[in-house]
C-alpha cells in the first residue's frame, strides 16, 4: 500500500512517524541476519507509531469523505437549481438523472410522454446533427448543435443549443461507464428577438425604401411640375431650383443655386416675414426678373418648415402671360359675343319691319306706275312726269336698302351652290369700272385655278361690290387705289378661334384700299347697322352690316385689319366646295335665287275681243293681303290689264269667298305674314277646296324654309315684294294661261 501524503494535515506528527519508522526497519540491517531481536519496548514503540499513522490516515479519509459528500450534495444542489434543462445520457440515449428544468421544459403537463429518452423529442430534420454530436463528445469529450429543435407535443416545441459534455459513472465492480451530461439552453426569446430584429431591420429598409421612393416621387413632382418651384434656407439662399424656374427665370440651376431669392423675386423676399405667423401665405401676383433683368408677371405663394436644421421656405411662382393673354381672347371673344348678339337683334327687328315696309313701297310704286299712265298725254319733260319719275326713282332706292336690311337679317342658310368666285370677282370688276373715279386704280390679282367655293353668287357679288364701295367712299376724291386679290388658304388655330371658323379649306377674297384707315373706337362699330362716318345724305351703314351677314350666313368670317394712316384690309373667307363640283357662272343680273321666281318680263295683256264677238270673260283673281292699300294698288294695276279682282284684307274672308264658289276664281295670291294667319295656311285650305287652283305666295321675306313649306303645300310661285308692276303681271298671266314654270 503506497503511503498517503497527509502532510498538509499534520506536517509535525507526520515526521515523528517517519523517523520512527525508519529507526524500526533500521535496525535489523544495522545487526545483520544472525543478531538478536529488537527488545519489547522497541517494537511496542514501533507499533504505537504505526497505529499512530493509521489513525491519522483514517481521519484523512474521513475528511475526503466529508468533502466529496460536500461536493456531491453542491453538485446535486447546482444540477437541480441551475435554470437550465439539465440531463444525464446514457450511451443507450436513456435519460439516467434529468433535473426539475428538464422536466418542466420536456414534459410540461401530465399528459405529455415522459421523459425517459433524448431522441424521441428531436425533430427529424435535426437528428442526425445530434447523433453526430453525441459521437464527437465520445471522441472529444464535449460538442454541440445549434438550434435544435424537440416536439414537445403537437402544439409545443422547444428551439435551442444542445451542449453535450462525455463523463464516467464509476462502478464497484467493473469500468467505469460512459454517460454524456447534455443542457439544453432555450434560444426561444433569442430567436424571437432575433427574428424580431430582422423583422424590424425589414421593416427599416423598406421604410427607406419608401422614404428613397418618396424622396424620387417629390423630385419628379418638382421637377415636373407647371409651376416654378424655389426653396430657400434660414438665409434665404436658394437650395432648390426646378426646371421650370429655370425656364421661367431663364437662368440654369447650377447658376441659381446659393443665389438669394431676391434676385429673381425682389418683392417676396420681403414677404418672408409671414413665416412667423403662419404656415403658407398666398402673396398674389408679384413683378419678376429673369436672369437678363426682363420683368415678369408671376402669381407667388410660399410654404414656411420648421425642422431641427432651421426653417426651409418654398415659393411658388405661376407665369401669368398664358394666362393674361387668355383673358385678353375671352374679352376679344366676349366683345364678338356681344356684337353677334347686338347684329342679331338688329337683324331680327329689320327683318320683322321689312314686311310693312316692303307693303309701303309696294303701294309708292305702284301707284307711281299708274300716275304715270294716267300722264301719257303730258309732255316728256312736264313737271309731273318729272316728279313722278324722281318718286320712282326715290322708292327703288328704298327697295334696294330693304333688300338689304333682309340680306342682313337673313339667318337661314342660303341657296349655295359650287359658285367660281374668280367669275363672280370679274363681274364685279365690270361694274366697278363704270362708275370708278378716274384717280383710283383697280388692280385684280386672282390665284390661277382657284377651286370652287359653296356660296351664293347674288350674295357673293353683293358682298364684294360693298367692299369695294366703301374702298371708294374711303379714298375720297384723292388719288388712290383698291387691290382685289383671291387665294386658297388655311387659317390658322387663333384666326379659326376668332373668327369661329371650321379647320377646312377656304377661299381668301381681300379687299385693300389705299385710304386713310380706321381707329380702334371705329373698328369696334364697323358692322353695326346704320353706323356710318359719312356725312348725313351720303351713307346708310349698312354696307359692312350686309357683308357681315353674307358671311355669317356662308358659315366663313370677315378679318378686318387697319391702322390710320395706312388703309383698310378686308378679307372674307368662303369655304371650299366639297367634291369639286363644277362651278356655276355667277350672273349679277340673274333674278332673285329661288327656284320658283320669276325674271321681270313685260307681257301682253289679254288680248281685246272682235267686233261682233261675245266679249269674253275676265280671268278672276283672288288678291289675299292685311295692307288695304296694297290690295287696292293690285286691284288698279290688274283691272286695267282687263282683269277682274276680288281683294281681301281678312284671309279668313278670303278662305270663306273661296269655299263659297270654288270655280269663280282662276289665280288665288296671298301674302305670307298676315296677323293671326299664314299665307302657307291658306295655301294648304285652297288646295283643299279647289285642288287644280294656281296658288301663288308673295312675301318680302322669303327664306329657304318659307319657300320648300310653300312648294310643299302646292304653290305655284314665289313673289318677291315689292314687285314691279310689269314682273307682277307677267307673273299672274303666266299662271293663269298654265305654263310651266322655268
Avoid: W
Avoid at 145 to 165: C, M, N, P, Q, Y
Avoid at 470 to 494: F, K, L, M
Avoid at 638 to 662: I, K
Amino acid at each position: 500500500m503506497s503511503e498517503p501524503d497527509l502532510s498538509f494535515l499534520d506536517p509535525a506528527g507526520r515526521q515523528t512517524a517517519v523517523a520512527a519508522a525508519a529507526r524500526v526497519t533500521s535496525a535489523p540491517a544495522a545487526n545483520g541476519p544472525g543478531q538478536a531481536s529488537l527488545p519489547a519496548d522497541d517494537l511496542v514503540a514501533e507499533l504505537r507509531a504505526y497505529q499512530a499513522e493509521l489513525e491519522s490516515q483514517n481521519k484523512v479519509l474521513r475528511y475526503s469523505q466529508t468533502v466529496a459528500e460536500s461536493a456531491s450534495e453542491r453538485f446535486e444542489t447546482l444540477f437541480a437549481a441551475v435554470p437550465l434543462a439539465l440531463m444525464v445520457v446514457d450511451e443507450h440515449d436513456m435519460v439516467v438523472q434529468a433535473n426539475s428544468m428538464a422536466h418542466r421544459s420536456f414534459q410540461p403537463t401530465e399528459r405529455d410522454r415522459p421523459l425517459t429518452a433524448l431522441m424521441p423529442f428531436v425533430r427529424t430534420k435535426d437528428a442526425k446533427r445530434v447523433r453526430d454530436a453525441f459521437a464527437l463528445a465520445q471522441d472529444l469529450g464535449r460538442s454541440e448543435v445549434k438550434e435544435v429543435v424537440f416536439d414537445i407535443s403537437a402544439d409545443t416545441r422547444i428551439t435551442g443549443d444542445l451542449h453535450i459534455a462525455h463523463i464516467e459513472a464509476p462502478q464497484t465492480n467493473g469500468p467505469p461507464l460512459p454517460q454524456f451530461l447534455c443542457a439544453v439552453i432555450d434560444q426561444g426569446p433569442l430567436l424571437a428577438e432575433r427574428q424580431a430584429l430582422q423583422q424590424s431591420a425589414v421593416t427599416l429598409q423598406q421604410r427607406n425604401e419608401q422614404i428613397r421612393a418618396s424622396e424620387k416621387r417629390l423630385e419628379a413632382i418638382i421637377n415636373s411640375a407647371l409651376d416654378a418651384i424655389i426653396c430657400v434656407d434660414q438665409h434665404q439662399r436658394i437650395t432648390v431650383f426646378n426646371p421650370t424656374a429655370a425656364a421661367l427665370f431663364q437662368c440654369s440651376a447650377s447658376d441659381a443655386l446659393g443665389s438669394t431669392l431676391d434676385r429673381f423675386l425682389p418683392d417676396a423676399a420681403q414677404a418672408l416675414a409671414f413665416a412667423q405667423l403662419t404656415t403658407q401665405a398666398l402673396l398674389g401676383e408679384m413683378t419678376a426678373l429673369t436672369a437678363s433683368g426682363k420683368e415678369l408677371a408671376v402669381e407667388v405663394s410660399v410654404s414656411f418648415e420648421r425642422h431641427a436644421e432651421g426653417e426651409t421656405t418654398t415659393v411658388f411662382a405661376r407665369d401669368l402671360t398664358g394666362r393674361k393673354k387668355a383673358e385678353a381672347h375671352r374679352n376679344e371673344l366676349e366683345a364678338q359675343l356681344r356684337e353677334s348678339h347686338k347684329m342679331q337683334a338688329v337683324g331680327t327687328m329689320a327683318g320683322g319691319i321689312a314686311h310693312d315696309f316692303n307693303n309701303i313701297l309696294g303701294a309708292i310704286l305702284g301707284n307711281v306706275e299708274l300716275a304715270k299712265a294716267d300722264c301719257a298725254s303730258e309732255a316728256p319733260g312736264s313737271s309731273v312726269l318729272v316728279s313722278l319719275l324722281e318718286i320712282d326713282k326715290a322708292g327703288r332706292r328704298a327697295r334696294d336698302l330693304v333688300r338689304q336690311i333682309l340680306t342682313f337679317s337673313r339667318n337661314e342658310p342660303p341657296q349655295r351652290s359650287a359658285v367660281s368666285l374668280a367669275e363672280v370677282a370679274h363681274d364685279t370688276e365690270r361694274l366697278l369700272r363704270v362708275t370708278l373715279p378716274p384717280a383710283i386704280e383697280l388692280h385684280m390679282q386672282l390665284q390661277v385655278g382657284l377651286p370652287p367655293v359653296l356660296a351664293d353668287a347674288t350674295q357673293v357679288e353683293q358682298a364684294l361690290l360693298n367692299l369695294c364701295t366703301n374702298a371708294v367712299h374711303a379714298i375720297g376724291t384723292g388719288r388712290g387705289s383698291i387691290h382685289v386679290e383671291a387665294a386658297t388658304v388655311q387659317p390658322d388655330q387663333r384666326l379659326s378661334e376668332r373668327l369661329g371658323l371650321a379647320p377646312v379649306d377656304y377661299v381668301a377674297l381681300t379687299v385693300r384700299d389705299s385710304g386713310p384707315g380706321m381707329d380702334a373706337a371705329t373698328l369696334e362699330r364697323i358692322f353695326e347697322p346704320f353706323f356710318t362716318t359719312k356725312p348725313v345724305g351720303q351713307g346708310t351703314g349698312l354696307g359692312l352690316a350686309v357683308v357681315h351677314g353674307v358671311m355669317r350666313t356662308h358659315e366663313g368670317g370677315v378679318d378686318v385689319q387697319s391702322t390710320p394712316g395706312h388703309g383698310s384690309k378686308f378679307t372674307l373667307y368662303f369655304p371650299v366646295a366639297p367634291g369639286g363640283a363644277d362651278p356655276l357662272i355667277a350672273n349679277a343680273h340673274t333674278a332673285t335665287p329661288t327656284s320658283q321666281s320669276l325674271v321681270s318680263a313685260a307681257v301682253a295683256p289679254p288680248a281685246a275681243a272682235e267686233p261682233g264677238d261675245a266679249p269674253p270673260k275676265k280671268p278672276h283673281v283672288m288678291y289675299v293681303d292685311d295692307d288695304q292699300a296694297l290690295v287696292f294698288l293690285v286691284q288698279r294695276l290688274l283691272r286695267r290689264r282687263g282683269y277682274e279682282v276680288s281683294g281681301f284684307t281678312d284671309p279668313h274672308e278670303a278662305r270663306a269667298a273661296l269655299n263659297a264658289a270654288p270655280q269663280r276664281y282662276d289665280l288665288l295670291v296671298t301674302d305670307y305674314n298676315m296677323p293671326g294667319f299664314c299665307g302657307v295656311d291658306l295655301v294648304r285650305e285652297a288646295r283643299m277646296i279647289r285642288p287644280d287652283l294656281p296658288v301663288a305666295l308673295a312675301s318680302g321675306y322669303v327664306t329657304a324654309e318659307i319657300e320648300q313649306a310653300a312648294l310643299a303645300e302646292g304653290a305655284r310661285a314665289l313673289i318677291h315684294k315689292p314687285n314691279d308692276v310689269e314682273e307682277l303681271c307677267a307673273t299672274v298671266q303666266r299662271l293663269i294661261a298654265g305654263d310651266d314654270l322655268p
